[in-house]
């Protein structure tokens, strides 16, 4: 079977994040969410339905049409929810108790099959670290059923029985505590000395806590990502560096993101009231229904040493934040500046700064990335005109 993956609304209410990649692409957890798919369903072929502009990097595929079933990319994958669409039979959809469009089988499928369990949607860019501690156990225990743990070296101290390192992750004299949540050590991944974990935690393939780290769940370190400093239920896509002091707390980054040194974010407003935050899709602050949220960071962002982002600030993709006092609380895609004053950040410049980022990884720029970059730098245009945003 080939399960295309469709982006829905969610791919407006999740921007910055879902501009430079489809929903299904998104982290949380340890695993993204196709891949929570894929691990269930290890004979099967995916695909992407998002925004044309994205085809370069995430391709439809369209095979017969008895033999491909569509999913809603913002589901998040259990294995009731999985046998439930494998289940439908041709012509049927699956909803959820709500009515709520969730699979079908076929594209014209009109025969409603409900599905009762409670289903968990990924929504908004906060949903990620609010569901972020039950997505860890769930993909903890789909990546280590059946399996031993790697062995750790007897300088740490270990409590609790939910530690898994895959071959060749290493911790020295660090303290891991799983009481609170399960802690995932991937392939190549390292600890440094004096490191404090509190779980839980997935450290993916390729990255690294700094020396002293002190970190607390549910927090996700994406592939080939470096942190240090002081980190509460946080998720970085991947590729990202917070490698200095300084506290981030509540938030998301994406993907080739850089904090510079003591950069901190508030979580939580002087007088303790809802957080608010910018939604692409209503072009306004919208309530979260939450009295912890930080910061989220769309891709190829970056910070300079010392900046400070406000309670529930949103940085959108490919921006250069920098100076002293708090930035404001939306910082529109391509934007380079700080509380001083923001300008364009022109795209040849920040095209130049992707491929040296990309070097230092022994990547090239490709033209799709390029290509990508450029319509999203064209489709952001109108947020930085100077236009009033509502508050």
Known sequence: MHYIFHDGDERDTLKPLTWTRPVADLRLGILTLREKWLLRLPKSSFSYRSAP??????????????????????????????????????????????????????????????????????????????????????????????????????TNTLIGDRIFAEPGALVEASVLNSRSGAIYLGAGSEIMEGSLVRGALALCEGSQLKMGSKIYGATTVGPGSRVGGEVNNCLFWGNSNKGHDGFLGNAVLGEWCNLGADTNNSNLKNDYSEVKLWSYSSGRFEPTGLQFCGLVMGDHSKAGINTMFNTGTVVGVACNVFGAGFARNFIADFSWGGPQGMTEYRIDKVLATTERVLARRGLSLEQTTTDILSEIFAQTASLRTGTTIAQ
């Open 53 to 154: 502009y994205l085809g370069g990097l995430f391709n439809l595929v369209q095979p017969p049409a008895e033999q491909r079933c569509h999913l809603r990319a913002a589901a998040l994958a259990g294995q009731e929810l999985v046998d439930a669409v494998q289940a439908l039979r041709p012509g049927q959809k699956l909803v959820d108790a709500q009515g709520e469009w969730l699979a079908s089988l076929g594209d014209d499928a009109n025969e409603a099959v409900v599905f009762r369990a409670k289903v968990h949607m990924v929504r908004r860019p906060f949903d990620l670290f609010s569901l972020n501690a039950e997505a860890i156990e769930a993909d903890f225990d789909l990546l280590t059923r059946g399996r031993s743990s790697a062995p750790l070296s007897s």
